[in-house]
């Protein structure tokens, strides 16, 4: 029988399972012996998500389908961690007459009672992936709530600086070069132009993205709808108030919000996030 290894982990998952790559090859290189199996192929995927179906060393070993009979991994959420994207694969298998063996769990795939073992065990896994995802989610909305950043710092809530802005050490940090434009954008807006006009503007004078881009309605739309600009950064739906430099008060930032609205064929259809009185100065 010829077997397909394959081994998956995450920086966090190694920290906190110890389940190195190392590890786990070892592990089934001897499972292979015990079983007599011939090893065609080891896939290793280093640092990437279970959640995830676009992991190169995975692709590459459904592409070899044919090449080998046996999937064998350590433990079912080495290879996927949401029941949908692993029952898809059981599907794509038993079509192909390939099996599927986790060493640990000593699962048999080719009866009904081992399918629906790996079907129970890999909706645990989900539950477990989610129910870390819900305490993510609280975790950073308590940061957020308590978060209060000061004249001399403004700490950030983990995103990646937006255009105008950059970090450094977690601090939010002014790029004047950037800004300039920024300013030029809302001032443009609220002149009357339209983001298409904006961006011919910003094009056609050679300024591009932070990414070496043209400049689209898409980008655009993105940077009017950031309260970062205006001295707030949006989590969800809590303000956090930073002392970065600014380029809108927060009543000028409500009015290009309400005339984004007013342009678009079916206002209803625009979510509408204005900054309350409240964070008035």
């Known amino acids: 029988m010829r077997t397909a290894i394959y081994v998956r ?3 966090e998952e190694q920290s906190t399972e110890g ?18 199996w011939e090893v065609f192929d080891v896939y290793e995927d280093d640092g990437y998500s279970g959640t995830n179906i676009k992991r190169p060393a995975y692709s590459r070993m459904m592409d070899d389908i044919n090449e080998w009979d046996i999937i064998l991994v350590m ?4 290879i996927h961690r949401n029941s949908r994207n692993f029952m898809s694969m059981m599907d794509n298998l038993n079509q192909e007459g390939k099996m599927f ?5 000593s699962l048999d795939t ?14 645990i896994a989900q539950l477990e992936s989610e129910q870390i995802g819900e305490r993510t989610y609280m975790g950073m909305r308590e940061k957020a709530e308590s978060m209060e950043n000061t004249k001399s710092e403004s700490r950030t809530l983990g995103f990646n600086p937006p255009f105008g802005y950059s970090l450094s050490n977690g601090i939010l940090l002014t790029n004047e070069e950037e800004l300039i434009v920024v300013r030029e954008i809302f001032s443009s807006y609220l002149e009357g132009r339209t ?24 980008n655009l739309r993105n940077i009017l ?50 900054i309350s009185d409240e964070y008035f100065e």
């Open 19 to 36: 389940y190195s790559l190392g590890a786990q090859k070892a592990i089934l290189a001897d499972y292979c012996i015990a079983e007599g």
């Open 110 to 123: 080719t009866n009904a009672l081992g399918r629906f073992v790996v079907d129970m065990i890999q909706r």
């Open 101 to 105: 063996v986790s060493s640990t769990e």
């Open 195 to 218: 983001m298409d006009r904006i961006a011919y503007d910003l094009n056609m004078s050679g300024t591009l993205t932070r990414k070496r881009n043209p400049w689209n309605v898409y």
């Open 9 to 11: 982990v995450s920086t």
């Open 75 to 78: 433990k079912m959420d080495r």
């Open 225 to 274: 709808h950031n309260p970062v600009y205006a001295g707030y950064m949006r989590w969800d739906d809590i303000l956090v108030k930073h002392f970065a430099q600014t380029v809108v008060s927060p009543q000028e930032f409500n009015v290009v919000q309400e005339l984004m609205v007013s342009r678009v064929k079916d206002p209803k259809k625009m979510k509408i996030n204005l």
